[in-house]
Nanobody, 122 residues
Framework: QVQLVESGGGLVQAGGSLRLSCAASGRTLSSYAMGWFRQAPGKEREFVAAIRWSGGWTDYADSVKGRFAISRDNAKNAVYLQMNSLKPEDTAVYYC???????????????RGQGTQVTVSA
């Protein structure tokens, strides 16, 4: 059974930065696509970023493009989300996910973490 555990969330002022980490256990995920999603209060969960197994291809939601960067370390079985120039509208619970195939639909991802809270104050 694969477990994904997110960390690195917290409270930050607008314009600040945070780096989220997602550690996987139970299976080597080097052949999987990895992704980040988020859900703000009262809103649906939305796609944030994804990276293919090789790390050579990434995809970002328009709302975070140019501010966020996804990366992975297959040797550590981990994926990261560097978030810069944070805005109050980035406040959400951020979820890590892994799957054989990349998809912007969260429900199609095979493995999903429990989430980490990110709060950006104005």
């Amino acid at each position: 059974q694969v477990q994904l555990v997110e960390s690195g969330g917290g409270l930050v002022q607008a314009g600040g930065s945070l780096r989220l980490s997602c550690a996987a256990s139970g299976r080597t995920l080097s052949s999987y696509a990895m992704g980040w999603f988020r859900q703000a209060p009262g809103k649906e969960r939305e796609f944030v970023a994804a990276i293919r197994w090789s790390g050579g291809w990434t995809d970002y939601a328009d709302s975070v493009k140019g501010r966020f960067a996804i990366s992975r370390d297959n040797a550590k079985n981990a994926v990261y989300l560097q978030m810069n120039s944070l805005k109050p509208e980035d406040t959400a619970v951020y979820y890590c996910a892994a799957s054989w195939n990349y998809d912007r639909d969260y429900d199609r991802w095979r493995y999903r973490g429990q989430g980490t809270q990110v709060t950006v104050s104005a």
